[in-house]
């Protein structure tokens, strides 16, 4: 592996519940991303895996330890940290590609950058749809959306929040695919959470399975399957298994997955 | 999104001009029209008018739903507004005919109080230089009241919805003064303004500046925390976070503040017109009904909604522009 581009040491991210007790969203949590690693975050709501990605990304702030970005502590959000939210909270005033210039815009490179839209909304086939108000694009497309508007200020990992569970099972898929072409081009660090097990296995390199109350690192597990990836093939059904026992979840149904 | 080619099939929606698409309502139309002016030009008269403009003014309605549909055979939006009105036209010639006949024609209704349209539209012809510059005096009164309320509250709402120092200081004194209708200030607007321009302007920017900062607050306090997360975790500063999120997140607001104001105005307007001003719709209402030419006051009122009616347009063609986004997405 390369060099770590996140370093996260002894971290609480404690909350209290409405009665006053304190509640660990994160508990002691260290662990290292590397430059360029594409790492998935699984595990039960509660385990904190949001959490995690909101620290990394500024949003919110740890109770105690530290997160670094190549030997820098973390504070504001910035650019290099690009976000993708499970919503993709386009702006409805502004068209597909005033939301895809936000970020050169809000950082005043927009003169220089102006020809980069173009291309990254050609690189997710919305051409055509660059004066397209976010309501008249369907769900999937306004993730893609989002996914290019946080690419295109070059971030050197991308934090994606759940960006498929809004989505149907063929759209997931396409997207998938779409994330592991961003990933390979641009070799972007990618950060995702997820709490869909086959969709971890199909895209990570790494699979941090978080347990919740308090939220825990379990275990790190590498998957070393090659690039395509079958479903049904053995390897991918013995991880698959792992994974599910790991997360105590083997015997009992997943959580069902709402979208809003 | 397809460009619009002309070879496109034009797409209707039944559901806006949804009467029916009948050249025979529109032709009774006009001939109610030449009814009416026949009534008026064969039966005879109880009181004494002058019936010239208002025959004149048929004329014109004839010719012009003429014109209209001449023209409209081009474009095919008019025509389908046209033949979906044409109800409603018919329906007011034979109103008109009918207003006529109980005034002119037949005296049931009595002078000075009711007179007919014969009488409105003779004073509206004799006096139209008084009636217009009224309806100037006002609108300008109007716009400018309007303005510098609009742009005072949309800053003091800013203020007031993005910073918390300001939010404590100042939303009391909004919410317990705008309560007050703006009205209630004109004996002090008098006294203190040199004239009754200045006291005008000053009352409809009491009118509007409330309505307008109190909903642009609305509006910047209710953007969504996911907006100013995206936009930060995308490099926004927070000067970004205010313009370029949270006051075009309030833009609708603002606009719902401004069409609120705007009816509150137009009452503050007449109010303050008839009590203080020597000029405006208001002020002619006043003092032709000090006079009792009760004809003037009618036709002061139907300037009125005419000249109030186009101002409502013009906000509303702003408005569209601004939220031309929110097509589609509402209704």
New interface residues.
Partial sequence: MSEPIITIKDVNSIYRDSFGHKIYALRNVNIELYDGEFISFIGPSGCGKTTLLRLI???DKPQSGTLSIQGNVIG????E???I?Q?P?L?????VEDNVA??L???GVYKENKNKIGEYINMIGLN??E???P??ISGGMAQRVAII??LI?EPKILLLDEPLAALDAFKRIEMQSLLIKIWKTMKTTMAFVTHDVDEAIALSQRIVIMTSRPGKIRKIIDVKLGGRRDRNNDEFIALRKIILEELQLASILPEPEYSI | ?KKKTKKDIPYFDNNIHWKPQSKIWFLSAVLAFVAALAFDYFMPFKQTVNPAPYRIFLLIMIVSLAVLYAVSSKFITLRRKLLHNAQFIFVAALALALWDFLTAKSGIFPLPFFPGPLQITDVMVKDYKMLLISALFSTRLFFVGLIVGSVSGILTGILIGWFRQWDYWLSPVIKVSGVIPAVAWIPIAIAVFPNSFSSGVFLIFIASWFMVSFMTAGGISAT?K??F?????????EK?LLF??AV??A?PNIFMGILTATSLCFATLVVSEMIGAKAGLGWYINWAKGWSVYSKVYAAIIIMAVSFSIILAVIGVVKNYLLR??K??LK
Avoid at chain 1, 76 to 79: M, S, T, V
Avoid at chain 2, 229 to 237: D, I, P, Q, W
């Fill in positions: 990304a500024g949003l504001k959000p910035d650019h940290r690009g976000y939210f919503q909270t702006f409805p005033w502004k068209t936000i970020g815009k809000a950082r055509g749809f004066k397209a108000y309501h008249e508007r946080a200020n | 999104m969504p996911s907006y997360e995206v936009a930060r975790t995308l490099g926004a500063s970004y370029h999120i075009p997140n833009v986004w929110q589609g997405i």
